[in-house]
Nanobody
């Protein structure tokens, strides 16, 4: 039985940092690309970051470039999203999703991903 579990969310002041983790069971991140998405209240789910199956390609939404970093630890079957210089507009539920054998480097739309986690809340507020 597959499962993706996000963790590391929380409340932080503007300018602060958080590191989100997405840990898989029942599937190997060595065979999957992983995307991070977020959804704020009343808004559509948007892509934040992507890492390819091999881990050699990454991609970021313009809104987070230079502030967020995605990485993959295949041995731990975990993908991380390091979020620095957080802004109030980063407030959302963050989801990770897995896409089988993808290496094209593009942050594909949500409907192209095969598996999803339950999400973790990130709140940036003073």
């Amino acid at each position: 039985q597959w499962r993706l579990v996000e963790s590391g969310g929380g409340s932080v002041q503007p300018g602060g940092s958080l590191r989100l983790s997405c840990t898989a069971s029942g599937l190997s991140f060595g065979l999957y690309a992983v995307g991070w998405f977020r959804q704020a209240p009343g808004k559509e789910r948007e892509g934040v970051s992507y890492i390819s199956t091999s881990g050699s390609s990454t991609n970021y939404a313009d809104s987070v470039k230079g502030r967020f970093t995605i990485s993959k630890d295949t041995a731990k079957n975990t993908v991380y999203l390091q979020m620095n210089s957080l802004k109030p507009e980063d407030t959302a539920v963050y989801y990770c999703a897995a896409k089988y054998r993808d290496s094209d480097g593009n942050l594909a739309p949500p409907n192209e991903y095969d598996y999803w986690g339950q999400g973790t809340q990130v709140t940036v507020s003073s």
